[in-house]
């Protein structure tokens, strides 16, 4: 797995304003595994009007461009916001079917992404879950990667 500053830069900036987030996908399963390859990190944040406002925050600082976004668009259920291409794409996700946030976020595991010490990723058995719903080729992929790798704790 590469180290990508902007990742790193926005994952400091969520933690510096509060964001409830998990870190899910790709780099959740490489959390919980061993690196794997994947084209984007994509981070899940509690989507309560209280939370958007840190994370609108948050995101602004980061720089987001010339996308517009209102911060109320952040408490949508479903609103999926890519910045930047493949291979650093970063994607902002308000929402993962079947789980509920506020569940995921108690389960939550906590660690290193590179330089940033606490950063949130959804745990285990949640990224199981939604590997499995899923069902898409690559989540396939990450699922028997995931199992087959799994880190001792």
Known sequence: ?????????LLKLLNKHKVEYLVIGGYAVSFHSSPLFTEDIDIWINNTNR????????????????????????TNNDLVLQLGYRPVRIDI???????KFTDAYKRRDVGKFFNVNE?????YEDLIFTKTKAGREKDVIGLSWLKKHRKKK
């Open 1 to 9: 797995m590469e180290e990508y500053p902007d990742y790193e830069e």
């Open 51 to 74: 939370n958007a406002g840190k994370a609108f925050k948050a995101l602004n600082e980061f720089g987001i461009g010339n996308i517009p976004l209102e911060e109320n668009e952040l």
């Open 93 to 99: 996700l308000t929402g993962v079917g079947g789980l």
């Open 119 to 123: 950063v949130n990723y959804l745990s």
